[in-house]
């Protein structure tokens, strides 16, 4: 089944540092999802983008896909303390598979 | 308004015991999904339902099964519940080839 595996499964940067996280999954897609998970909280969307897309940006997020490769990164600029947390990428149409996340820690 | 709300957050019962949790949104999506994140944050997909099929991942034991009364509803329902059920629980929707929203999750813990 589809199945996104994120890279690293966990990271450290000082705040104001770029964070880069990829995820890479194992068959053909209509779309990749990138998602936030805050400690204890429900998990938020954060983009989509679509087979036919090879990049997208919002506020400070980018993600990049490619699906020769297989692969996605999302790329979060000038990071802040807010942005701790673990960050998910989800393939599938009808059933919406995740990866086993990265869990991104900001230092002050 | 909560978009996708689930109930209760917090669930502490016997093993043994059957319990249910609810979960209801309010978006118009025709699907619906629940997740079961165990200790190590893993997420994985247990149940995929809309208005014309349900998808079950296969692994997950039929103590588990999912009801729902109408489109705006997806409940979980658990029997026999045993200590490895313990778990933080997500309710989802989403309409076909779109984001899902989420719920808070329900912290199941079985004593």
């Known amino acids: 089944s589809q199945q996104g595996e994120e890279d690293p499964q966990a990271l450290s940067i000082q705040e104001g540092e770029n964070a880069t996280m990829n995820c890479s999954y194992k068959?053909?897609?209509?779309?990749l999802q990138w998602y936030r998970q805050n400690s204890g909280r429900g998990l938020v969307h954060l983009i989509l983008i679509r087979s036919n897309e090879r990049e997208k940006h919002s506020g400070r997020l980018r993600v990049t896909l490619d699906t020769s490769k297989k692969s996605s990164s999302l790329l979060i600029t000038a990071s802040r303390a807010a942005d701790t947390a673990s960050y998910f990428c989800?393939?599938?149409?009808?059933?919406?598979?995740f990866g086993k996340g990265t869990r991104l820690h900001i230092l002050p | 308004d909560t978009a996708v709300s689930q109930t209760p957050k917090y669930l502490v019962t016997q093993m043994g015991n059957d319990k249910s949790i609810k979960c209801e949104q309010n978006?118009?999506?025709?699907?619906m999904y629940w997740y079961k994140q165990d200790s190590k944050k893993f997420l994985k997909i247990m149940f995929s339902y809309n208005n014309k099929e349900l998808i079950i991942n296969e692994t997950v034991p039929n103590r588990f099964s999912p009801k729902s009364p109408d489109k705006a509803h997806l409940n979980l329902h658990i029997n026999s519940l045993e200590l490895g059920d313990s778990a933080v629980y997500f309710c989802a929707s989403s309409r076909m080839n779109t984001e899902a929203f989420f719920g808070q999750g329900t912290r199941l813990t079985v004593v």
């Open positions: 989800a393939t599938g149409d009808d059933k919406i598979i």
């Open positions: 068959t053909s897609i209509n779309n």
């Open positions: 978006l118009g999506h025709d699907t």
